[in-house]
């Protein structure tokens, strides 16, 4: 079974119709491998020229296969955080379901915190799409549904999906509001 293969999401489901797009595992990477590599940059040099560089140009002088194996070493290290966090975002791709139901939203998300987000269309305010920069250069919109509660568009979204399923999932769920509503103004 594939690792980017969304389990939950089944012939019946909107996220198997309408999907998240592959790319998002890349999106959601690329922030911490720029944060790794400040800090490894920002910190890890400065251990490296003083602690660990002398102790290379030692081995370099005296056994030049001790001082290549312990570079090769310190570079796979160094690849354990970026291989370790591609894969958990390859498992949040992975678990990430959302559905509209007849009467409701449901998105499930998260690996090791799950969340379970359940909304009635009546309970919908609002639902607008929005992009980060991130989502800009990798062609990806999220879709924010906002309720009455505080911070309901961060906690109840669909990210990584293209323009056109972005403007399918809102569209149909407006339709759904405007229904509920009794097509009061909503």
Known sequence: MPLLQQIYCKE????FSIPLEK???IKKTLPTIIFFLFLYFSFGLGFIGAFLLPVLIILFL???AAAVASLVALFLVGLVPFILIY???CYYYRYYFYDLREDEVVIKKGVISKAEITLPYSKIQNV???QDVLDRIFGLYDVHLETAGFGSGMAAHIDGV???NSEKLRDFIMEKVKMQSGDRGV
């Open 12 to 15: 019946n489901n909107t996220c």
């Open 23 to 25: 790319r998002k595992v």
């Open 62 to 64: 005296k056994n030049i």
């Open 87 to 89: 894969i958990l975002e």
């Open 128 to 130: 607008f799409i929005d």
């Open 162 to 164: 293209n323009q056109a």
